[in-house]
């Protein structure tokens, strides 16, 4: 479900002459704007069964596997030193991981497939579940591998004899077919998230780092409508707009620096690690209740060794002009209250750094309105929200709850 409008109610603070007519101040015009965008993250479709190899075929795995050659080092350039749900997945899982990051570090040789033994069925309900825990724990861990997260033109499959060699298995673990632009995308990305960082002070405290990616990022990305709304389809995979690579370079259509909830909550993640701040993505749902709420994505930040929570996509206030039409009334009061600093300073962090039971049912306070310079209406441009997470939700697939499920929880929000 998406769930694009929010309701901002401009609210008649005296008598207002409409057409030369008193309207009564019990009276409330409505002014519609992109406040809540929400049902807009990529659903995960989980990866294929196991397919069955021959001997044969297994032989001629492991001849592509000792002809291969790793040749330099990978354009895969996350810094980061943490990764949260890696730390957390249970033994199996973190071995397929590991297995995946290999594969990953070069997707494009075909010899680079990587092996590993279980002890588990690879044909089994059991390790399938694993797999895609571990490949779903992958992408939200790393951002710059983007091009798994969407899976337009890139995704892993494993594949076994599953034949018990005195109590294991051998899984072979390989792109599908080779990823021939990931040379061309992966110096885009690295050189976009370089230009980014280039005037962020690493030297100062991390809650000013954090401060400056967030306000930089919603200062740069445009929330992208067509693919929020479901109007942009692909035969396979996501758009890039779901990723990190859409925030930071461009859309799959080629439109620079647009995304929806999960690019911005990817894009937001990477440019932290490489900080040496951790963070981690959270998937669930949004929208004005429970009810009405959509899929979306956000993050979770460390500051001091205390977790916060963080939507940079609903902070985006400056998104919102694309919806309504110059000249109007609407727009008027919009692009006023927009350009006030000290309330647009509000508008772009009320769910910066805030709890986990904040975010999970927000309420805004009367610091959120705005009266016009006329006297005329009291704007309320922030809603009350809801942000559930996937474990405690029925949106989204079993492995990515699995996963949501171990993020902690935010205690407090920041003073």
């Given at each position: 479900?998406k ?6 109610g401009l609210?008649l603070a ?9 309207v ?5 015009k409505n002014?519609?704007v992109?406040?809540?965008p929400?049902g807009?993250?990529?659903?995960y479709t989980p990866?294929?069964?196991m397919e ?5 075929d297994?032989a001629?795995l ?6 291969y050659n790793?040749?330099g080092?990978s ?5 980061s030193?943490?990764y949260y ?8 899982a973190?071995e397929?991981y590991?297995v995946?990051?290999?594969?990953a570090?070069d997707?494009?040789s075909?010899?680079?497939?990587g092996?590993?033994m279980?002890?588990?069925?690879p ?8 797999f895609?825990v571990?490949?779903r724990a992958?992408c939200?861990d790393h951002?710059?591998?983007f ?13 076994s004899?599953?034949?018990n060699?005195g ?5 072979y ?5 080779p990823f021939?632009?990931y040379?061309?995308q992966?110096n885009a990305?690295?050189?976009a998230a370089?230009?980014f960082l ?9 809650y000013e780092?954090?401060?400056q990616?967030?306000?930089k990022l919603?200062?740069?990305v ?9 109007e ?8 890039l707009a779901?990723t990190?690579?859409?925030?930071l ?7 620079p620096?647009y995304a929806v909830?999960d690019g911005?909550?990817l894009a937001m993640?990477?440019l ?6 951790e ?8 929208g004005?209740?429970?009810?009405d709420?959509?899929?979306?994505a ?7 060794n205390v977790?916060y929570?963080v939507?940079a996509?609903w902070?985006?206030?400056?998104s919102?002009e ?11 009061y ?7 600093p000290e309330?647009r300073?509000?508008l772009?962090?009320f769910?910066?750094?805030v709890?986990t039971?904040t ?7 009367d610091?959120?309105k705005?009266i016009t310079s006329d ?7 922030v809603?009350?929200?809801?942000h559930?997470r996937?474990n ?9 709850s699995a996963?949501i499920?171990?993020?902690p929880n935010a ?5």
């Amino acid at each position: 479900m998406k769930e694009k409008k929010g309701i901002a109610g401009l609210f008649l603070a005296g008598v207002l002459l409409a057409n030369g007519t008193a309207v009564s101040a019990a009276e409330v015009k409505n002014l519609e704007v992109n406040r809540m965008p929400s049902g807009d993250m990529a659903e995960y479709t989980p990866s294929k069964p196991m397919e069955l190899l021959s001997g044969q075929d297994a032989a001629e795995l492991d001849a592509i596997m000792q002809a291969y050659n790793a040749g330099g080092s990978s354009l895969n350039k996350n810094a980061s030193g943490s990764y949260y749900y890696y730390e957390n997945l249970d033994p199996v899982a973190k071995e397929i991981y590991d297995v995946m990051l290999g594969v990953a570090q070069d997707p494009v040789s075909e010899g680079n497939i990587g092996l590993m033994m279980t002890d588990i069925d690879p044909t089994g309900q059991d390790y399938y579940y694993e797999f895609n825990v571990a490949y779903r724990a992958l992408c939200f861990d790393h951002p710059e591998l983007f091009w798994l997260y969407a899976g337009q033109e890139a995704e892993m499959v494993y594949l076994s004899e599953a034949v018990n060699y005195g109590g294991f298995y051998f899984v072979y673990i390989k792109m599908a077919e080779p990823f021939t632009n990931y040379e061309t995308q992966m110096n885009a990305f690295n050189a976009a998230a370089a230009s980014f960082l280039a005037d962020i002070n690493q030297d100062a405290s991390d809650y000013e780092i954090v401060r400056q990616i967030h306000d930089k990022l919603i200062d740069l990305v445009n929330y992208n409508d067509p693919v929020g709304d479901g109007e942009v389809e692909w035969d396979r995979g996501q758009d890039l707009a779901h990723t990190a690579y859409g925030c930071l370079v461009a859309d799959s259509s080629g439109n620079p620096n647009y995304a929806v909830c999960d690019g911005y909550t990817l894009a937001m993640e990477y440019l932290l690690q490489q900080c040496g701040i951790e963070a981690a993505f959270i998937g669930g749902m949004a929208g004005s209740s429970q009810a009405d709420a959509g899929g979306h994505a956000w993050n979770i930040v460390k500051i001091e060794n205390v977790w916060y929570e963080v939507d940079a996509t609903w902070d985006d206030a400056g998104s919102q002009e694309d919806d309504l039409t110059p000249g109007t009334e609407e727009y008027q009061y919009f692009m006023e209250a927009l350009n006030d600093p000290e309330y647009r300073e509000k508008l772009d962090h009320f769910l910066f750094l805030v709890s986990t039971d904040t975010i999970t049912h927000f309420v805004p306070g009367d610091e959120y309105k705005y009266i016009t310079s006329d006297g005329m209406y009291e704007i309320q441009m922030v809603q009350e929200s809801v942000h559930i997470r996937l474990n405690n939700s029925e949106w989204g697939s079993d492995c990515d709850s699995a996963i949501i499920a171990l993020a902690p929880n935010a205690m407090q929000s920041y003073r």
